[in-house]
């Protein structure tokens, strides 16, 4: 059996008639708690779904996986933060690092994320619902064992592991208060991952990825990373 999803969203009819209307209607509500935010915030959750969706496409294309496989992992990605607006808006843009129970609760938002899907979807068996749960449930693991709910690197399938190199990135590139005067660009945040925060990941993946993001970059703005 493949290490990734074989099946093809767009012809597939449960994805099609079940699942798409299911992360659609996720990304808009996503989109309405967004609106309910402070003005002027960077990191807004809807848009850094698209992002991360994209990046793992396109990642999953550069490593010549099939073009099912890479849209499948786009629409599985896509909603891996609509448990963030069963959270209160309040928690979300502080000015100081989340520590303590303000991190602990934040950190909730993968397990509500898994909890809307079982609402909504429990009891329909796909390997798509088996996917798009992993990833909302666990990519903010760690193949280190320092992610959010523990997990060790067995534990993480191929599509997880990818989606958090990803979404790590992603976070890592939006400006926000307690970053400081930290380089925010994508050569420092690629260089940040592959010196600082190596084993958090995947190597391969993580160098599979740094490739695509590198090859992009010097091709919109020109050689230097």
Known sequence: MSEWPEFDFETDGMCQSMFKPFILKEMDLLAEFDAQR?????????????????????????????????????????PHDCGKRMLPVSIWDQEDKPDGEL???RRTHTELGAQIVEDELGDVAHPFKTLMTEIILNHHEQMDGEGYRGLSAEQLSMPVRLAAIVE????????RPHYGGRDITIPAVLKRMREEK???F????????TEMKTEEYNRLEGPGL
Request: aromatic fraction near 12%; proline fraction near 2%.
């Open 38 to 78: 402070p003005a002027g915030i960077t990191y807004i959750f809807h848009q850094h779904a698209e992002r991360v969706a994209h990046d793992v496409e396109k990642t999953c294309l550069s490593m010549g996986l099939s073009k099912n496989v890479a849209r499948n992992m786009y629409w599985a990605t896509l």
């Open 103 to 105: 991190k602990r609760l």
């Open 168 to 175: 790590a990135f992603d976070g890592w590139s939006i400006s």
């Open 198 to 200: 190596a084993e958090h």
């Open 202 to 209: 995947d190597e391969k993946l993580l160098k599979a990825f």
